[in-house]
């Protein structure tokens, strides 16, 4: 059986590498921290990862892929960032790593954030 596989050029690829847009209307409920990621939020200890994690988790939520931190929207970053109680430019994206080995991303991706939100869910703004 053979196997096709569509490589992306242009302008495809170059939306395919980048999260998706947010509209400011929906920026709260994509960017809003669920109840089983205080735990996460916890244990770090720079607030500017609370920002990289918050829009990791969001972009996450709705194409079910990540992305780049260099790649976030500066709308995104401003936003998340006041929630937490920093300015936009107090997030580095350069120096923003989400863990890469496979069990620590497979369990905050898997612990709930592929549910979609629910009107009356647990979800709460973050900070």
């Not at 612990?111 to 939100?117: D, I, T």
Request: net charge positive; glycine share 6%; aromatic share 10%.
């Amino acid at each position: 059986m053979a196997t096709h596989l569509r490589i992306h050029l242009g302008k495809e690829r170059e939306l395919y590498e980048h999260p998706p847009l947010v509209p400011a209307a929906e920026q709260a409920r994509v960017f809003t921290a669920p109840d089983w990621a205080d735990a996460h939020l916890l244990r770090m200890l720079a607030p500017a990862n609370h920002v990289g994690f918050l829009l990791q988790l969001g972009y996450f939520q709705i194409s079910q892929r990540f992305y780049v931190a260099t790649r976030y929207h500066a709308a995104d970053i401003a936003y998340v960032a006041q929630q937490v109680g920093l300015g936009a430019d107090d997030f580095a994206a350069a120096r923003f790593i989400m863990p890469t080995s496979s069990s620590s991303v497979s369990n905050w991706a898997s612990a709930g954030s592929r549910r979609p939100p629910q009107t009356g869910s647990t979800r709460r703004p973050c900070a």
